[in-house]
């Protein structure tokens, strides 16, 4: 196989590296085996961590930093993106669970105000379209907050009917969660136990968010607690779905399409992809999958690398033209998780990986 361009696309190694830095890593590796290749590096994400940073790269703009509320309400400052009369929104910037200890983790107090105040000062710029990436959230108060935060500023008597600012507004939910709002499926039984919840609070935000979504499909006459992507964020995407009749959009597709990804396929002859943990799971619209269905159309082999491999022939048999765990056996997870070694790693699997692939 002759390499003249390579495409890295790696997703970030969540508290270890960003994409940035994995992609870095993995594209010096192309160059040290492939002096003259061209090596295309696109930070990616599919809603959560990094998805600033992966359409700041994408579209350019300007980051904008404003003061908002954290989950407990305490003030922070937070970044969003605008370009043009777009905005760019990653609510982990100030409904994030990265941003609480564990000891403070609890989604029965946890607010999603923070997201609501860069929603509030987006609009308030001229903003007419808002991409809201809807990943790593440590509440699950179905958006209530956000709402709220809306209310307090443009409506006078505190009624979300008095809301007209977001008339013109569209609104795009990026997430690859395509789980309802309540139930078995929903936002509390499937993720809060992540965010602190006990199985005590798991029943009681089930609870709040069949009310809450009963009084909401009253008072508009529509219910939206259904529609796939609802029970993203804890509840977040119910919002934006219910109140902002928002399109919900699967993350990596969105970021593929703001970096004309077709067209960058058009003459490579190799991409390689990544993430911390790959598995069957990640054949079920992560990431990685979502380059591989790309490429795919253009017949362009995509090798995978991850700091953990499970069910490696269902990944080989869904297309990936390598799999490759970049830790060595019997490495403990303390060291793999540095990010001095996770570099050296990814540099050394990619340099094995396209050996072999040269030959081939």
């Not at 997703?11 to 994409?19: M, Q, R, T, W, Y």
């Not at 500023?153 to 977001?166: H, I, Q, S």
């Not at 929903?186 to 136990?193: C, D, R, T």
């Amino acid at each position: 196989m002759i390499m003249k361009k390579v495409i890295v696309a790696i997703d970030s190694f969540k508290g270890c590296l960003s994409s940035v830095e994995a992609n870095k890593a993995a594209a010096e590796a192309v160059w040290q085996v492939m002096p003259a290749a061209e090596v295309v590096q696109i930070p990616v994400s599919d809603g959560g961590e990094g998805w600033l940073e992966a359409f700041r790269h994408a579209l350019g703009g300007e980051l904008v930093e404003i003061p908002v509320k954290d989950p407990l309400m305490r003030t922070i400052l937070a970044h969003y993106l605008v370009k043009d009369d777009t905005a760019v929104i990653e609510i982990a910037q100030a409904s994030g669970l990265p941003l609480l200890t564990s000891e403070e983790r609890n989604p029965l107090r946890a607010t999603s105000y923070g997201t609501g105040q860069l929603v509030v000062d987006a609009v308030r710029r001229g903003c007419k379209h808002l991409i809201v990436g809807l990943g790593g959230s440590a509440t699950s108060d179905c958006g209530k907050g956000m709402l709220k935060a809306i209310i307090d500023t443009f409506a006078k008597y505190g009624n979300w009917d008095e809301v007209k600012a977001l008339q013109d507004v569209r609104f795009t939910i990026a997430t690859d969660v395509t789980n309802p709002l309540c139930g078995e499926l929903g936002a509390a039984h499937v993720f809060a136990p992540q965010k602190g919840a006990t199985p005590e609070m798991v029943l009681r935000l089930d609870e709040q968010a069949q009310l809450f979504a009963e009084l909401s499909a009253r008072h508009f006459g529509f219910d939206r607690q259904n529609v796939p992507g609802a029970g993203a964020a804890g509840g977040l995407g119910y919002a934006f779905l219910q109140y902002m009749n928002a399109d919900c959009r699967s993350g990596i597709e969105l970021l593929l399409e703001a970096v004309d990804f077709s067209s960058l396929l058009s003459d490579a002859q190799l991409v390689i992809t990544g993430e911390g943990s790959a598995d069957r799971q990640t054949l079920m619209g992560k990431l990685p999958f979502g380059i591989l269905q790309n490429a795919q159309r253009q017949q362009v082999p995509v090798a995978l690398i991850a700091g953990r491999i499970k069910d490696r022939q269902q990944l080989l048999d869904a297309g990936f033209s390598k799999v490759e765990c970049i830790n060595p056996e019997g490495l403990s997870l303390e060291e793999a998780m540095k990010p001095t070694t996770a570099r050296a790693n990814i540099v050394r699997t990619v340099q094995i990986t396209l050996q072999n692939l040269l030959f081939l």
